[in-house]
């Protein structure tokens, strides 16, 4: 069973992709979708056998690399965290395969589309299931290579190659400090395997190298650059700026990248990796800064933009920040359970503004929809119900999760704790407002659509329909079903799957905070929700008015633009590593050294020889009987020399040397 859960989305990818032409578009989808709904099948019997009955499950497979030391073998580790992520991958992965059928039916290269998803797929279970550093980076490297196949789909655009170009070198940026991690642990540690090193991390984990003088923690160090690379995948500020651009793919990718798979990738890792953070409070303290910073831009930046898919592209930023803080604050199982009910909440998000986007021909700005609530009701219901999880709307999925997060924040008695609580408490505000301010201007607001595009809307069908439904239905119960079992106060539910120090476990703390904190976030909510009305629906001209104004113009452009973020990476470092690129590395050091040093300089230089050593071919003989007489003079000289003659040399003999070899040109 733990075999096929890996192997059937390969063997499915594997067929669509090669034999597509044979299949048919139809017959690859139906496999690859029957396939993956296999696996989600497996993964649930694996999640009751794993994570309830308490059976963890290792499969040994077969050796890899073996080096002397070093040893890396194929193996899996199905323990209470990787059976989550199994069900919460493999589920939401089937229900994009089905969604996808109807969304891409009328494109010609379905199959290879479907043999994508079900790759992308196959390396997110290859990640989360290993247990040794080297085959997680097997699976985090899959995962880029697939999301830069998926972005990058319809390749005749220009803004999706650039979008997917970008994607895969900001992962690339991440993914050394992710390899420079696992050469720091295997320096420390001697092994790979996730079992020795978690072992002997409280042994070794303070021990301290000196590097320019300054002296360092071997576990600092490697923590911090693991989580570099949890900063790639996850998209934190930083290292964040391929994300929104991500949206150039089809929406069915966007729903798997955002809500499933990659960008869940480093949150994964920081749970994976707790036995090392929990001895390292430097790395929690950067993880926490970092998490509330990407919460805070991503939701400011959200707030000002006019794109449906780039709002919810940072949410999803911003949400990935709060798991970040949840495990900088050493809540590991809270961070999981709130990427879980993300994920539900987020697909949900995505998949229904696909079909509003496809329901009015690809559109895709806000401001040119409005209406809609009448002509596409089934789409407005599942992005109500998704727009109130994300919100944390009592009841709902996202409120277990998000607000228990702010309540850890604030019941953390350190400057990090109130900083962290005071950025997220903001970001409630904003997410609110980004987030009503979508369902006013695509749904209630007065229609602004081109008549061509609102004369042909239309509902979706039911193969995009049914996974909108059950993804609703996830998104209103799962978190109320799984809230005691996931951070219960008590309970064992996460076994050694997930390690805490005693003293960093502040759930106990957040159940007496005061009434006013728990409160909060729903007030927050409600401000958020009244702002964007205004806004958008009871006083646009009074918005307008607002937004004539300098200071607030400067700060919409200040957060329209992204923090200028881009703009500083373009002018001062890829612009002068372009000039670099080309005025050093390309003229100078390849078409100017190497090549005058290199085959083709010296074949040249050997050409120009030639072309000069033919202009002594004069056809006169006393030309030739001079160049022989010279000749001969040198081998007698040399000759005399090398036999300890030389310093018996008549002088007269070495002049007619010299005189000769100085006017042989002449001639």
């Avoid at 290879?112 to 990640?127: G, Q, V």
């Avoid at 061509?452 to 059950?470: D, F, N, W, Y």
């Avoid at 005058?596 to 040249?604: N, T, V």
Wanted: aromatic share 14%; proline share 4%.
């Amino acid at each position: 069973m733990y075999l096929l859960i890996i192997s059937l989305p390969l063997l499915g990818s594997v067929t669509a992709g090669f034999g597509g032409r044979y299949l048919g578009a139809r017959g690859a989808a139906v496999i690859t979708t029957c396939s993956v709904a296999l696996t989600a099948f497996l993964s649930i019997l694996a999640f009751y056998e794993v994570a309830i009955s308490g059976s963890p499950c290792s499969v040994a497979l077969s050796p890899w690399f073996v080096s002397e030391m070093f040893q890396a073998k194929w193996g899996f580790y199905f323990d209470t965290l990787t059976v989550i992520m199994l069900v919460v991958i493999t589920f939401v992965s089937s229900l994009v395969h089905l969604y996808s059928i109807g969304y891409m039916s009328a494109d010609p290269h379905l199959p290879r589309f479907m043999s994508y998803l079900s790759i992308f797929t196959f390396f997110m279970i290859m990640l989360v299931t290993a247990d040794n550093f080297v085959q997680l980076f097997f699976g985090w490297e899959g995962v880029g290579l697939a999301s830069y196949l998926l972005i990058n789909f319809w390749f005749t655009r220009v803004a999706a190659n650039k979008a997917s170009i970008k994607a895969m070198v900001m992962n690339r940026v991440g993914d050394v400090g992710l390899a420079l991690g696992t050469f720091a642990i295997y320096l420390q540690y001697q092994s790979v395997d996730f079992a020795t090193v978690f072992a002997c991390a409280p042994h070794v984990q303070h021990e301290v190298f000196m590097m320019w003088g300054v002296p360092l923690s071997w576990g600092d160090l490697a923590c911090i650059l693991l989580f570099i690379g949890a900063m790639g995948k996850s998209a934190q500020m930083g290292l964040h700026t391929w994300l929104p651009d991500a949206m150039e793919g089809p929406t069915p990718v966007s729903a798997l990248i955002h809500a499933a798979t990659m960008v869940t990738a480093g949150v994964f890792l920081l749970a994976r990796l707790s036995p090392l953070y929990e001895a390292s409070p430097t790395a929690l303290a950067v993880v926490t800064v970092i998490g509330a910073m990407t919460c805070i831009f991503a939701a400011t930046t959200g707030a000002f933009q006019h794109d449906m898919k780039r709002v919810i592209a940072y949410s999803t930023a911003s949400q990935l920040g709060y798991m970040m803080v949840a495990c900088g604050m050493s809540q590991y199982a809270l961070g999981v359970f709130h990427l879980a009910n993300h994920a539900f909440f987020k697909a949900l998000l995505f998949l229904s503004a696909g079909s509003v986007i496809h329901a009015l021909s690809d559109e895709q700005d806000m401001r040119r929809m409005g209406g809609l609530v009448r002509l596409l009701p089934m789409s407005y219901a599942m992005t109500m119900i998704g727009t109130l999880a994300l919100v944390g709307w009592p009841f709902l999925t996202g409120f277990y999760s998000k607000d228990v997060i702010l309540e850890i924040t604030g019941g953390q008695y350190t400057s990090m704790g109130n900083f962290a609580w005071i950025i997220t408490s903001i970001v409630v505000f904003l997410t609110s407002y980004y987030s009503f301010r979508l369902i006013f201007l695509v749904f209630l607001a007065p229609p602004r659509a081109p008549r061509v595009h609102m004369k042909h809307v239309h509902e979706s069908p039911l193969p995009m329909a049914l996974p909108l439904i059950i993804l609703a239905i996830g998104s209103i119960f799962v978190g109320y079903v799984s809230r005691d079992m996931f951070i219960g106060l008590g309970t064992d539910f996460w076994g050694n799957a997930i390690y805490t120090m005693p003293y960093h476990d502040h759930m106990v703390e957040a159940e007496y905070l005061p009434q006013w904190i728990r409160l909060l976030p729903f007030i927050l909510t409600v401000f958020g929700l009244v702002l964007s009305y205004i806004v958008c629906i009871a006083a646009p001209e009074w918005n307008a008015s607002v937004l004539l104004k300098s200071t607030t113009r400067k700060i919409m452009r200040f957060c329209n633009r992204r923090w200028f973020v881009d703009v500083v990476y373009n002018a001062y470092i890829g612009r002068p590593a372009m000039e670099w690129g080309y005025r050093t590395s390309f003229r100078a050091i390849d078409r100017g050294i190497l090549e005058i040093l290199g085959p083709q300089g010296l074949s040249q230089a050997s050409v120009s020889l030639a072309q000069r050593l033919r202009s002594l071919q004069s056809g006169y003989m006393y030309h030739y009987a001079l160049v022989m007489l010279f000749g001969v003079t040198v081998l007698i000289a040399l000759a005399a020399v090398s036999q300890g003659y030389g310093m018996n040399l008549d002088p007269r003999l070495v002049g007619v040397i010299l005189v000769s070899g100085l006017l042989s040109p002449v001639f």
